[in-house]
T-cell receptor, first 115, second 114 residues
Framework: DGGITQSPKYLFRKEGQNVTLSCEQNLNHDAMYWYRQDPGQGLRLIYYSQIVNDFQKGDIAEGYSVSREKKESFPLTVTSAQKNPTAFYLC??????????????FGSGTRLTVV | GESVGLHLPTLSVQEGDNSIINCAYSNSASDYFIWYKQESGKGPQFIIDIRSNMDKRQGQRVTVLLNKTVKHLSLQIAATQPGDSAVYFCAENAGGTSYGKLTFGQGTILTVHP
């Protein structure tokens, strides 16, 4: 079955550490996205990529970095510059054709906790 | 109802009732809207979408209404079932160079009592 896989499901980070969250999709989608979700709030866009080797900042990119070396993969690094990284992180992918937005698919998320 | 701080609006209904979840959007340039359902610990699931050239769209047991004049969106769920209990989000997109950039509302918690 095609889908989008995030790993790990739970991640614990010590103060000052960088951590990388994995996101892989086999839906042949061109575009991929990272969102952050805090308790009781909606999703906020961190970074997005519409094509390989290109990506743009979203609304809350500070303290995060991404790469898009392969179409299938869009890893997110949470750096030590991110002062409040504890949150639920969601990766998504979509076709570039907005007429098919029902194909905008989310992964099951990674819950990051600073210890 | 309106949300205050981190408290999400909540809606409690009895099984079999119809549910109406509301959303106010902010960007006048948004021309595409999606409703998502999110269960605890999972990613959002697509429910239904609507473009700004429409004011109503129906799916299976769900209907979305769009009022561009007051920038308001609603999701109606018919014959609500316990499995419908989740957090519901609306999302908007303005297209063009912002393709794929969804702006999400805060969400509404729906609880369905058997």
């Amino acid at each position: 079955d095609g889908g989008i896989t995030q790993s790990p499901k739970y991640l614990f980070r010590k103060e000052g550490q960088n951590v990388t969250l994995s996101c892989e999709q086999n839906l042949n989608h061109d575009a991929m996205y990272w969102y952050r979700q805090d308790p009781g709030q909606g999703l906020r866009l961190i970074y997005y990529s519409q094509i390989v080797n290109d990506f743009q900042k979203g609304d809350i990119a500070e303290g995060y970095s991404v790469s898009r070396e392969k179409k299938e993969s869009f890893p997110l690094t949470v750096t030590s510059a991110q002062k409040n990284p504890t949150a639920f992180y969601l990766c998504a992918s979509s076709p570039r054709d907005r007429g098919r937005m029902e194909g905008y698919t989310f992964g099951s998320g990674t819950r990051l906790t600073v210890v | 109802g309106e949300s205050v701080g981190l408290h999400l609006p909540t809606l409690s209904v009895q099984e079999g009732d119809n549910s109406i979840i509301n959303c106010a959007y902010s960007n006048s340039a948004s021309d595409y809207f999606i409703w998502y359902k999110q269960e605890s610990g999972k990613g959002p699931q697509f429910i239904i979408d609507i473009r700004s050239n429409m004011d109503k769209r129906q799916g299976q047991r769900v209907t979305v209404l769009l009022n561009k004049t007051v920038k308001h969106l609603s999701l109606q769920i018919a014959a609500t079932q316990p499995g419908d209990s989740a957090v519901y989000f609306c999302a908007e997109n303005a297209g063009g160079t912002s393709y794929g950039k969804l702006t999400f509302g805060q969400g509404t918690i729906l609880t369905v009592h058997p």
